[in-house]
């Protein structure tokens, strides 16, 4: 295998007029972006792992860290095949194609098949051929995307075909993803008296009865909603003994200081519970996947939080706190989660800076597995995505910033 080398690049971008209606499928935007690049550079040829943009004046991550303009990152050696795997045989054959130079004939063909797979299994439909074109050239861009990420990842994950393989970077984040989470302190709490950082060596909420099912959040990026109803149902079901599934919705209506489907906070979610009054049911308040009017009712309430508070960045801390207290609202980058199919994820770190957290998400456990420790974290995009709609990060190595955004409900 080829060595390479990773470049982090910072520029600031006008966007020109756009010229080209086909090209032009969003709405033009005259504003002056702050950008930073991640590029692979693999035996000439260069390809972009990551980029993040926002208005100049917004913190651009890494712009905090001194380092000049244009600064060669780690070296990476040995991007090697990723290791096969026997639940994604069609991955692996597709990616010895992609390997193999030049390029055979049936490739397309191969590619196509693998696409029909894909639409059948996850019931996608398109409006036209027009469509179902782009998507096919969307969904092979990221099966290398997917590749890439595989051959960096220092940690056992195993990316590939996902129900987010036929989407772009860019709606994939736009949809699913909540920046909000990196560009605004939010309300400020107060810090959580220590339990001591004694954990024990593996922990499981889930097989204690404090972990609700999984739940899909649709396409809304509404995270931050679920992450704290995750956390409290945990922690209602730690001081009253009674596990129930809390309503999101509720949080996307009538929370007025997050932004429903364009993203939240989960400290003033907490706030939001309290002022209100409660939490109602799943069952009284159901999920919509999008904003509507309030229709929240203090005697439906049936879960109350008294306050909230801010956990330690140390991740042996939160394990002791996780142990003893109860699952963990957490935020994190949500670096190739788009194709994260199961193992347990460690991306390189400039590949998963800690500053650009945009997901929220619930640590309910931790644990080794074959000696690589990890996170075991609920996720909200259904079961169809994960390990079972869960995702394991690496632990203790400060992993897409999860130790950065750690908070829970206090429940008396």
Known sequence: AGQGSLYSLEATLEEPPCNDPTVCRLPASKKTLLCSF???DELGKHVLLRKDCGPVGTKVPGAGEPKSAFTQGSMISSLSQPHPDSRNET??????????????????????????NFVITYNRTY???EEARWRLSVFVNN??????IQALDRGTAQYGVTKFS?????????IYLNPLLREEPGNKMKQAKSVGDLAPPEWDWRSKGAVTKVKDQGMCGSC????????VEGQWFLNQGTLLSLSEQELLDCDKMDKACMGGLPSNAYSAIKNLGGLETEDDYSYRGHMQACSFSAEKAKVYINDSVELSQNEQKLAAWLAKRGPISVAINAFGMQFYRHGIS???RPLCSPWLIDHAVLLVGYGNRSDIPFWAIKNSWGT???????YYLHRGSGACGVNTMASSAVVD
Request: zero cysteines; hydrophobic letters at 40%; a negative charge.
């Open 143 to 148: 099966m290398v995307r997917a590749q890439k």
């Open 346 to 348: 460690r991306p390189l």
């Open 166 to 174: 036929d989407l772009t970077e860019e709606e994939f984040r736009t």
């Open 127 to 129: 409006e036209s051929k």
């Open 38 to 40: 991640e590029i692979l």
């Open 91 to 116: 991955f692996s054959s597709v990616l010895s194609l992609l390997n193999e130079d030049p390029l055979p004939q049936d490739l397309p063909v191969k590619m196509a098949s693998i696409f029909k």
């Open 384 to 390: 169809d995505w994960g390990e079972k709609g869960y």
């Open 224 to 231: 931050w909603a679920f992450s704290v109803t995750g956390n």
